[in-house]
């Protein structure tokens, strides 16, 4: 960065056409890198605006935000454990229209990575990961491991046809976690035992890091 600096200041004594064309260079290289860190910040701001939702949810459900899991690239946003089973969330903070159809994801027309796929992969993870260190619950508090895509901005439109999966707004979230737990799937005691061996190997891995 230095050294386009530098290059710019050369460019402005040597000729003022060439320091414009360094200009129009470096804001050319930026702008994917400001607008990814937007994304970025975007994005933090949602799954924080989950976890103080998440919080109002009654005693006897069990929350761990941020699960990072080993042999996995990213992390999973929310697991919620309790009277709905145990539910995935995939955070997004996207804008504008956003479109499935049988699968495929658009943004305002454009195409988007399967967000519901992601919600799923992150899904099993959660299940193969408290199968092996649970492995006495694998045939029934385990069996299931539900995922949900949660759609936080204040100006998305959603546009489903056949998603696979649960897709829903913000303000849909906790309508949707209780009318699941009306099934009791989980105990508490059960919810608390699963959420604490999420929150260790949370806790190894920041020890690592």
Known sequence: MTGTVAAIIVGVIWHPVVSIGLLLIVASRARPAYRKMTNFRSGIAGEQDVTRLLAKLPDDYAVVNDVMLPGQRGNVDHVVLGPCGIV????????????CRQGRWSQNGRPLPDVGR????????????????????????????????????????????????????????????????????????????????????????????
Request: aromatic content about 4%.
């Open 88 to 99: 995935v969330i995939e955070t997004k903070r996207y804008r504008g229209s956003i479109a």
């Open 118 to 209: 992601q919600a799923n992969r992150g899904a099993m993870a959660v299940r193969e990961f408290l199968c092996r260190e649970h492995p006495e619950l694998g045939s029934t508090a385990l069996r299931w491991v539900d995922s949900v895509v949660v759609f936080t901005h204040p100006l998305c439109r959603l546009e489903i046809d056949r998603p696979g999966i649960t897709m829903i707004r913000f303000s849909e979230l906790l309508v949707v976690l209780l009318a699941k737990g009306e099934c009791n799937k989980l105990s508490a005691s059960i919810a608390r035992k699963l959420a604490c061996t999420l929150a260790r190997e949370a806790r190894a891995r920041d020890l690592r890091a």
